[in-house]
């Protein structure tokens, strides 16, 4: 049995060519397509082994010579170009396997083995175009392993789950998914359901006939008889309330749904991809999520790293962004080396969004069109500073995780707020005077009576408080 290794690496050549040797086959190679095709053409091959920049051409866009040649040679495409567009393309090929450079040999040769023993069977359809533009950035090894998730889903209907900290690029994932997979045509609905008031959620999902409660004054389609023929994107599942999950349950063991006050059955045809930055096994534990559900959605789970563990992935990403700025009309900037490589090592606790945010930042505020180390570490700094004064422990934190362990009803959520924002305020204010109305409305630059109405409401004892 022999391979036709096609690699203009030479020392990448030797490890694969004494690895497939190791695994009992005899190995052709050739450093260009047209050697390829010639090879081809002359004999067969048990499987073709190939890479995708070669010096005469793309193994990739070639790869309709060698089906031609042997319609059934299993083929094994090798990249140092990581990006996803590269491995959608090479799943499109109808490609056995797609390894990233860099690989763990052992297992290409395996691989061959294994495409040897089943040849016909294929990864992918074949003669699709590949699409271009696409959205996620980043090479690094992390990044690879979602790319080989997100191309195994394209081809079906599977249920998938991402998880990752906040703004690890979820929703964007999701997004690819959809663009990228055979449900392109259709829609692509997103729900997050943190943000629907919890008594609204089954009415947002499943819709509702008129009447079935006050204010449905006319029937609503729900999202996911919206989604119907394409993706449903339930975003922030961790936050959905339980009586919510039941219901979603049901629809997706049904693959049915009714509308709220509706008797009748309605069949979905939709994709399910779900996303967290919650860890739902300790809520499953708590039981703030059904173990049920969890296991209905988490078919492929999809896990983004967060950016601390893929510095690699920042400078590809800072430059993005900025040609990203660029576009939507704010000053072209570009990076030293040097200023990128600062900003590999930052911390970035936000990932992808503060990295965004912060770049578009910097495009705005920077002196010179290409940004060093200097002017970088200059606004790294302002940066931080602004992180200190709004950010952990400061105001900005407290109010949203205020927000979400107390979960005011809708319609109270101001004056719910200003209440809790008041109550400690006052509070401070009136012991530094001794309990001295009068004194803490000057201090606190109010009308007294205003002070005392609030008090009176807040049910809040200056007397108490002078001691
Ligand atoms: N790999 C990437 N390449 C390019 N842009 C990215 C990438 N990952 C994230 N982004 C961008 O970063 C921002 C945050 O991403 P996204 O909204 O998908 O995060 P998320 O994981 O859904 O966060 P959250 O949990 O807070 O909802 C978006 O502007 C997105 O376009
Ligand atoms: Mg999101």
Redesign the pocket.
């Known amino acids: 049995m022999s391979v036709l290794l096609v690699e203009d690496d030479p020392s990448i050549a030797i490890v694969i060519t004494a690895a497939l040797e190791a695994e009992g086959f005899d190995v052709v190679h050739c450093v260009s397509i047209a050697e390829r095709d010639r090879q081809l053409g002359e004999r067969r091959f048990s499987a073709l082994v190939t890479d995708v920049i070669l010096t005469d051409g793309d193994g990739i866009a070639t790869i309709d010579r060698v089906r031609a040649a042997d319609p059934e040679l299993p083929i094994i495409i090798l990249s140092a170009q990581n990006t996803l567009d590269t491995a959608v393309r090479a799943t499109d090929t109808g490609a056995f396997e797609y390894f990233p450079k860099p690989f763990d040999i052992d297992e290409l040769a395996r691989t061959v083995r294994q495409a040897v023993g089943n040849a016909g069977s294929r990864l992918g359809e074949e003669g699709e175009a590949a699409p271009a533009g696409l959205?996620?950035?980043?090479r690094s090894a992390p990044m690879q392993a979602v790319y080989r998730m997100i191309t195994r889903v394209l081809r079906n209907d599977l249920t998938v789950l991402v998880l990752?900290e906040?703004?690890?690029?979820?929703?964007?994932v999701a997004e690819a998914i959809h663009q990228l997979g055979h449900r392109k045509a259709g829609p692509f609905v997103a729900v997050n359901t943190a943000a629907i008031p919890a008594e609204l959620i089954e009415s947002e999902l499943f819709g509702h006939e008129k009447g079935a409660f006050t204010g449905a004054v006319a029937r609503h389609i729900g999202k996911f008889e919206q989604a119907n023929g394409g993706t449903l994107f339930l975003?922030e599942i961790g936050d959905m309330p339980m009586q919510a999950q039941t219901r979603l349950l049901r629809a997706l063991q049904s693959g049915s749904i009714r509308r709220v006050g509706g008797r009748e059955e309605i069949k979905v045809d939709v994709r399910i991809i779900a996303?967290t930055?919650r860890d739902l096994e300790p809520m499953i534990a708590a039981g703030n999520f059904r173990e049920d559900l969890y296991y209905r959605l988490n078919v492929v789970p999809i896990t983004?790293p967060p950016l601390r563990e893929r510095a690699d992935d920042i400078p590809a990403?800072a430059r993005?962004f900025l040609s990203l700025a660029a576009q939507e009309g704010l000053p072209r900037r570009r990076l030293s080396d040097a200023a990128a490589a600062l900003l590999a090592r930052q911390p970035w606790r936000g990932n992808?969004?503060e990295l965004?945010n912060f770049i578009y930042r910097l495009a705005l505020l920077a002196r010179e069109d290409t940004i060093d180390a200097d002017a970088l570490a200059a606004l790294l700094e302002a940066n931080l500073r602004r992180e200190e004064a709004a950010g952990e422990g400061g105001l900005d934190l407290a109010v949203l995780a205020w927000l979400a362990s107390e979960r005011p009803a809708p319609g109270t959520v101001y004056d719910t707020a200003l209440a809790a924002f008041e109550r400690p305020l006052f509070e401070a204010v009136l012991r530094d005077t001794g309990g001295n109305q009068l004194r803490a409305a000057q201090v606190l630059g109010i009308n007294r009576n205003t002070l005392r109405k609030r008090l009176t409401e807040l049910e809040i004892s200056p007397v108490e408080l002078s001691r």
């Open positions: 959205p996620l950035v980043g990752g906040s703004g690890t690029g979820k929703e964007l975003d996303a930055n983004l990403l993005h992808v969004r965004r």
